[in-house]
């Protein structure tokens, strides 16, 4: 049940607003003049959606096309569908999508669902509709994962979520609050968005020049519950920040963005590594994990909360139980400093280093653009249906850069850049 309905606008700062709508446009997808855009987001952020279409076509946008979800529309699904409903997905409007994205149109998401919108449901139904949804998304993802296009993620305030994240704030004041969270770490609260985010675009940078140039073969975590070693893929390349998607346009795909990140070697991964935070994925909160790795594949996994939703997301296909990230964040990063658990991906991954289950990016390797899937393989990108974050890092994680004759570098001392 979702008690918190109520959704008032009118409480968010509608300066900053306008200015995340803004830099959605400028920074994060650097719409160009000509350049369709397709837009997701839940119902009630409505109000930051006509921000972005305005900023959109002051920006010479074709068309700007948005697609909404809607709590309580999800919701009546598991209450009312038929069984046969939870096999099914959209395959027609992800197939649309795909077909937009080959025609050069730009994607940008907003989340800011109820991150425990589906806690109550029957986990085998949320799991037939999860993986239903993402056969039926693959075409579209793989343009985006692929980096074809320009894309970026925003948040929005939605009320459940602002709750979930304040359970002790009044609706209105928690709405404030996770608003400003939102704000401060999509760095609009500064007075030109736009140049704070060139300086840290260009920071970001100097850490993925100095980990492209050292070329380290592995990275060794160790802290407590952990003492993994993840191989990096042949040809790995690190990235951060803006970078620039096959169709030639520099964007920032999340919006915030704290992150460095790579692909590991899907078959290169050994040793234990436990969550430093709890994820939440799809509606559930999977807190406490600690799985195994053995040859890049997770033989033992377990969780103190979801595990059951965990076992589920690693039988999704061969690949959902390698890893196709691995990311680097300092312990002292603004959205870690904040100290919320924001029970969402877009945030929580830029408070702490982290892996992720599933599909690699291939704009993470050298000349990524140019290689084929086959060729991805061959040098070790994982492939699969999920591509799913999980919170490795905390200020009593040390990571060393392993070379190929076996030496290391210390590269994250107590949670920090060494
Ligand atoms: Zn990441
Ligand atoms: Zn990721």
Redesign the pocket.
């Known amino acids: 049940m979702n008690a918190i309905s109520t959704e008032n606008p009118s409480i968010i700062d509608p300066v900053k607003l306008d200015r995340l709508a803004e830099t959605a446009i400028k920074v994060g997808l650097r719409l160009e003049p000509g350049q369709d855009l397709l837009l997701t987001a839940p119902s009630a952020a409505l109000p930051l959606v006509r921000k972005i279409a305005e900023h959109a076509y002051k920006a010479g946008a074709g068309l700007v096309m948005p697609f909404f979800s809607d709590e309580e529309i999800t919701l009546a699904r598991y209450r009312f569908a038929p069984d046969a409903s939870f096999d099914r997905a959209a395959n027609w409007l992800y197939d649309g999508m795909a077909k937009a994205f080959s025609a050069n149109t730009a994607r940008l998401a907003i989340v800011g669902d109820n991150p425990m919108l589906l806690s109550e449901q029957d986990p085998a139904k949320v799991s037939r509709a999860n993986k239903s949804n993402s056969m039926a998304y693959q075409p579209a993802l793989e343009k985006i994962a692929g980096f074809d296009i320009n894309w970026n993620i925003i948040a929005w305030p939605g009320a459940a979520w602002a709750q979930q994240v304040f359970p002790n704030d009044t609706p209105d004041n928690a709405v404030r609050k996770l608003a400003d969270a939102i704000f401060a770490a999509s760095r609009v609260d500064r007075d030109d968005p736009v140049a704070a985010w060139a300086s840290h675009n260009a920071e970001l940078h100097t850490k993925t020049a100095w980990l492209n140039g050292q070329r380290f073969s592995a990275l060794h975590f160790s802290g407590p519950g952990t003492d993994l070693t993840v191989g990096l893929a042949d040809g790995h390349e690190w990235h951060g920040g803006a970078s620039t998607a096959k169709n030639g346009i520099t964007c920032n795909p999340n919006i915030p963005t704290e992150e460095v990140?790579t692909t590991p070697h899907a078959h290169r991964v050994e040793g234990r590594v436990s969550s430093t935070k709890p994820l939440s994925y799809n509606g559930t909160l999977i807190d406490d994990i600690s799985v195994r790795f053995e040859a890049g594949r997770i033989v033992e996994a377990k969780a103190s909360r979801g595990e059951d939703v965990l076992k589920k997301v690693l039988e999704t296909d061969e690949g959902a139980s390698r890893l196709?990230?691995v990311?680097l964040v300092p312990h002292s990063s603004p959205i870690s400093k904040s100290g919320l658990l924001f029970f969402n991906?877009l945030f929580d991954?830029n408070a702490a280093c982290?892996i992720?289950l599933g599909q690699c990016?291939a704009k993470c390797f050298l000349d990524g653009a140019k290689l084929t899937p086959d060729q991805i393989a061959a040098q070790g990108g994982n492939k699969s249906l999920i591509?799913?974050?999980w919170m490795i890092g905390s200020d009593k994680v040390d990571i060393d850069g392993v070379k190929p004759d076996g030496t290391r570098v210390p590269v994250f001392r107590k949670g920090e850049w060494a």
């Open positions: 990140f196709g990230e990311a991906t991954e982290h992720a990016y591509h799913i974050d």
